[in-house]
């Protein structure tokens, strides 16, 4: 889903939860009362505290929502059909994730992974740090063995702010993929049944993470989650970091900088007595 695909469905959605009043009736407590409706249906395979209980959607789409929203109050403001925009305080952010996928356990999925579409997505999660959507996506014609790169650039692909690398391609890596070349039966690198995974892999990653003993069940961001950790736990420096993720500086200084371990101590060393 695109970003642009995502802003139309939170329009939808205040669109039915809200529609049904004028602008200047939107206050705080509309707000809170629509963010209070706001669920979804759970999923089958996941497991809920009581049968049947709703699931409250996730706090980045009530975050969408909530933007589209006050981007729609400020038009109709701009627009004169608005005396003044309200002041609306929208759902509060959260913290970055701590929990990340130790080196040691990342060896333990691979070992643990006889099945060939998910072993291949596992070593370009863990020796790239690609989302999920640029590996399942990733096709031969873009892993150049001659110059050790790969490209995850899709072809005619609009771009959209998740961006995407060309990353060397390591070692480790290169063995992983060469074994998956040798049994290819279509262009993806990441296949099953002859064709391109149009599906998600948790499932698979569950199961994996049991056979391999981890004691919690890692999801697909979690690889470039963890492997963002790795390199500030490496010192790589941040810019490098960021054209290899394909990520912002910025949010790599704000969420992954924690796991640098000497960063800050120089500075308390000012603070001795």
Known sequence: MTALSRLEEAAIRINEG??????NQIHQRQWDDYAASRFRKPNARSKRPVEGAPVP??????????????????????????DKPPTLEGPGGSAPRDRYITKAEARRLLDACETPHIRAFLALAMFTGA?????????????????????????????????????????????E???????????????????????????????????AGLSWTPTPHHFKHSVASWMAMAKVPIDQAADWLATD???????YRKFDPDYLREVGSALKL
């Open 131 to 175: 989302r999920k959507g640029s590996i399942l996506a990733l096709t031969w014609d873009r892993v150049m063995f001659d110059l050790g790169r790969i490209d995850f650039q899709e072809p005619g692909r609009k771009l959209t702010a998740k961006r995407r690398a060309i990353v060397p391609m390591t070692d480790d890596l290169r063995a």
């Open 177 to 211: 993929l060469t074994e998956a070349h040798k049994v290819r039966t279509c262009d993806y690198v990441v296949e099953w049944a002859g064709g391109p995974i149009t599906y998600g892999i948790r499932w698979p990653l569950k199961k994996l993470a049991q056979k």
């Open 18 to 23: 809200m529609g049904h009043l004028r602008i």
């Open 57 to 82: 959607i996730s706090l980045g789409t009530l975050k969408r929502e909530f933007n589209v929203l006050r981007a729609a109050l400020r038009h109709a403001w701009r627009n004169h059909r608005l």
């Open 249 to 255: 500086p910025k949010t790599l200084r704000r969420v």
